[in-house]
């Protein structure tokens, strides 16, 4: 796991969105449903399940069985409710003009769940999940890369509809545990579709993969292969091997992969214990800067192949690449120092094309994580609470600092500031909404003006009720009008703190942010990537509840 809000939002990608792109993401419909809905549908005729002797579904089958599959969850309602496209009132040149960072989705289908959660009287952190851009990703990812077959790694964000999305695009999935698998085999993915790719198995669990037949995983030490010939001797051993990951933020090898002077004695271990290895993984490490580190270690990986040979054991047919791959949405765009997509992907291509070519029969996966699901997932947060920080006299001109409290933080979805190198970047909704500005917020900042910190609670308390429980997002203020209006300071530092009571629950730390006042939601972009699927409810904090829209058709920067 690794990498950043930041890292896909940077100030390269920041300065080439255009003002455009964000005013004009004009209204198209799309269908919203809600996650606790009971999205039943019937993945039993999936591509994968279709195509269950041929090495891979093609990616016409794929993205023909998506339509349909989608198009029925839709039709069949998922357990939500078609909203009407929004009437849009604003005009491009009634908004804030400033560069702000691309977002991967035709932002009306976004904005309209926005609109819809914050104009019902919902405080509650949500996040907006867009499945358009997964299966961008998807087929973005089988145009470059249509001889390796993504197995999904759940760990990322075991959101359902996402795996059931992935599952209908045809994907396989990497599992890490036995719940994981649980999960995806109860949406119907066959057993062959998995890999339990966790070197170091729960016994619970290997007994559970045995009884489900989920016979790939993979080890990387002599006591796993020992535990696996107890109790799964059927399985198809995949030897993780340890790759270079020092061109990657978030590195395995301290913890996982076999190094190459130990291969050649674990494979004489697998042979003499009778099991059968099918062939090689590796993880280049998470949020990886280097794609050369593919090509290295799919040359390692052709090494092993060959020493499997000279042990006499069967030759291998199985090739994990494992994850890496950048989440950002845009193709061809290098973010800082991580290569686009397509760089790793001709990287892999021609390292493949010459050690693995297709007559060789191997069949050759990725796992990728983030990849697939950083961008589809904006979250949206609260502020609920504002201080300034006093100035000291003598810098009486310096810039004003305010400590703004917000309803998600470290222990929720911002878990990935300490697991994930995260460098999250609030936005205010307005701006993220550049063209819309609801009526709710536009109260908040009259109310605060009118009174900002010398409120009673019952006062406050009754302020709130109204705010939260404004329902009229009809009269829309342009984000200039709004400042002149107010007379937000433009120039301002903002320290932001999640709910609870712990001081070092720290989102973003005088992070340069115009002022914001209680009652304002803030958006993070690009947030679907290892937060969600490690967020806790300590002290009782909620968290945050999850929709889904798809955008039927991509922002011009995005495709
Ligand atoms: C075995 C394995 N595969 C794949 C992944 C996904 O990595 P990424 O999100 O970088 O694609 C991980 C991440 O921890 C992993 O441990």
């Not at 809600?34 to 195509?51: E, I, K, R, V, W």
């Not at 978030?250 to 913890?255: C, E, L, N, P, R």
């Not at 205010?428 to 409120?455: G, I, K, N, W």
Request: net charge neutral.
């Amino acid at each position: 796991m690794a990498i950043c809000f930041r890292s896909v939002t940077t100030n390269a990608a920041r300065n080439s969105a255009t003002s455009k792109h964000f005013v004009n993401g004009v209204s198209q419909s799309s269908r919203l449903f809600s996650s606790g809905s009971p999205f039943l549908l019937n993945l039993g005729n999936t591509p994968a399940q279709a195509h269950a002797h041929a090495a891979f579904p093609s990616p016409a089958a794929n993205h023909a069985y998506a339509a349909q599959f989608l198009a029925s969850a839709a039709a069949s309602g998922v357990g939500g409710k078609f909203l009407q496209p929004r009437q849009r009132t604003a005009t491009a040149s009634s908004v804030d003009a400033t560069p702000l960072p691309q977002f991967p989705c035709e932002k009306s289908a976004i904005d309209r769940t926005f609109q819809q959660q914050t104009g019902t009287g919902r405080e509650r952190a949500f996040s907006v999940n867009d499945l358009g851009v997964v299966e961008r990703q998807h087929s973005r990812w089988v145009r470059n890369l249509p001889a390796v077959r993504p197995f999904y790694a759940v760990k990322c964000n075991p959101d359902p509809t996402l795996c059931r999305t992935l599952a209908a695009l045809g994907t396989g999935f990497d599992c890490a545990s036995g719940d994981e698998m649980a999960l995806v085999l109860g949406m119907g993915v066959v057993p062959n579709d998995i890999i339990f790719a966790n070197p170091i198995k729960n016994i619970k669990d290997l007994k559970y993969a045995r009884a489900q037949g989920v016979k790939k995983m993979t080890a990387d030490n002599e006591a796993e292969l020992y535990k696996i010939r107890e109790i799964f001797p059927e399985a198809e051993i995949v030897l993780r091997l340890l790759a270079d990951d020092s061109g990657s933020v978030m590195k395995f090898g301290a913890k996982f992969g076999a190094p190459l002077v130990q291969v050649e004695g674990l494979l004489k271990t697998a042979k003499a214990l009778n099991l059968k290895v099918i062939g090689t993984s590796f993880h280049i490490g998470s949020g990886c800067f280097d794609a050369q580190s593919y090509r290295k270690a799919i040359e390692l990986s052709k090494h092993v192949f060959d020493l499997g040979i000279k042990v006499g054991l069967p030759k291998f047919t199985f090739l994990d690449l494992g994850g890496g791959f950048p989440g950002n949405p845009v193709e061809n765009e290098r973010n800082g120092d991580v290569p686009a997509f397509e760089e790793m992907a001709a990287v892999i291509r021609e390292a493949t094309a010459a050690n693995f070519p297709p007559e060789s029969g191997v069949q050759i996966i990725g796992e990728p994580g983030r990849y697939m699901a950083t961008a589809w997932s904006t979250l949206f947060v609260l502020v609920q609470g504002k201080r300034e920080v006093p100035k000291v006299a003598e810098d009486a001109s310096s810039t004003r600092r305010f400590l703004y409290y917000i309803n998600d933080g470290v222990y929720g979805s911002f878990n990935c500031i300490m697991f994930d190198h995260a460098h999250p970047e609030p936005i205010p909704a307005y701006r993220f909404m550049a063209d819309r500005v609801s009526l709710d917020r536009r109260q908040s900042a009259q109310r605060e003006a009118a009174r900002p910190f010398a409120m009673s609670s019952a006062a406050s308390a009754s302020m709130m009720s109204s705010l939260f429980s404004s329902a009229d997002s009809s009269a829309p203020l342009s984000a200039r009008a709004f400042h002149t209006t107010f007379g937000r300071d433009q120039a301002c530092q903002g320290t932001f703190f999640g709910p609870t009571c712990d001081s070092m629950d720290v989102v973003a730390t005088d992070f340069p942010c115009e002022e914001l006042f209680v009652g304002d939601w803030l958006a993070f972009a690009h947030s679907g990537a290892y937060t969600s699927a490690a967020a806790t409810t300590f002290n009782g904090m909620p968290k945050p509840t999850a929709h889904y829209c798809r955008s039927r058709q991509p922002s011009p920067k995005a495709e």
